[in-house]
């Protein structure tokens, strides 16, 4: 089983509709991310939260939000989706006590089409 | 300038060359730099990391940084098809608190 575990991995929806993407961690990390990949732009970070108590914006949270349910569950929320939206969505995840914090882990990814 | 950029390639490398993957950052990115692997269709993996000048290896893999050029790169000796990829070069601010990922360089071995 994965480490990082998101739901749903692909997802078709229309214009206007609320969407939640799910992520869900069993390495007991304490940060958590929310990035969105399109081609030739790269990864680009939306939210990131260091605890529950703890949330902060990315370059790009326009149209995005997020809650942090629990350490191991952190999830992202399209309110009014829109076809601009679609892209492939990462949550990861990294270990604060290692020191670096740098090192990435990765789900498998959630590709959302907004028609 | 954004702050992490990589030429998007594609690299066409020969097996068994040296590839050589670079990555230029800006001031908002200065502290410790990492290198991801991306496979198609697959989630990015964390192959190399780098926090201070010079050169760090790993097996046939070499991150190099430079600072004082703001530049850092990844060769990859011993090229096999298997290192076809997307590479992602990241760079972290003073608390690494985020990771600014640039677009990527797609990297091709050829047989």
């Known amino acids: 089983d994965a480490d990082v575990t998101q739901t749903p991995r692909n997802r078709i929806t229309k214009t206007g509709k609320r969407i939640m993407l799910e992520c869900s961690q069993t390495k007991g990390h304490d940060r958590m991310y929310w990035y969105r990949q399109d081609p030739g732009l790269g990864l680009r970070l939306i939210y990131y939260?260091?605890?529950?108590?703890?949330?902060n914006k990315g370059e790009i949270s326009d149209g995005y939000s997020v809650s942090r349910q629990a350490q191991a569950k952190f999830s992202l929320s399209l309110e009014s989706a829109i076809p601009n939206q679609t892209a492939l969505y990462f949550c990861?995840?990294?270990?604060?006590?290692?020191?670096?914090?740098?090192?990435?882990?990765f789900g498998e990814g959630s590709r959302l089409t907004v028609l | 300038q954004k702050e992490v950029e990589q030429n998007s390639g594609p690299l066409s490398v020969p097996e068994g060359a040296i590839a050589s993957l670079n990555c230029t950052y800006s001031?908002?990115?200065?502290?410790?730099f990492f290198w991801y692997r991306q496979y198609s269709g697959k989630s990015p993996e964390l192959i190399m990391s780098i926090y201070s000048n010079g050169d760090k290896e790993d097996g046939r893999f070499t991150a190099q940084l430079n600072k004082a050029s703001q530049y850092v790169s990844l060769l990859i000796r011993d090229s096999q098809p298997s290192d076809s990829a997307t590479y992602l070069c990241?760079?972290?601010?003073?608390?690494?608190?985020?990771?600014?990922f640039g677009s990527g360089t797609r990297l091709s071995i050829r047989p």
């Open positions: 990241a760079g972290g601010g003073s608390s690494a608190s985020k990771i600014i």
């Open positions: 939260s260091f605890d529950v108590k703890d949330i």
């Open positions: 001031d908002r990115v200065s502290q410790s």
């Open positions: 990861a995840t990294s270990d604060l006590r290692t020191g670096n914090t740098g090192e990435l882990f």
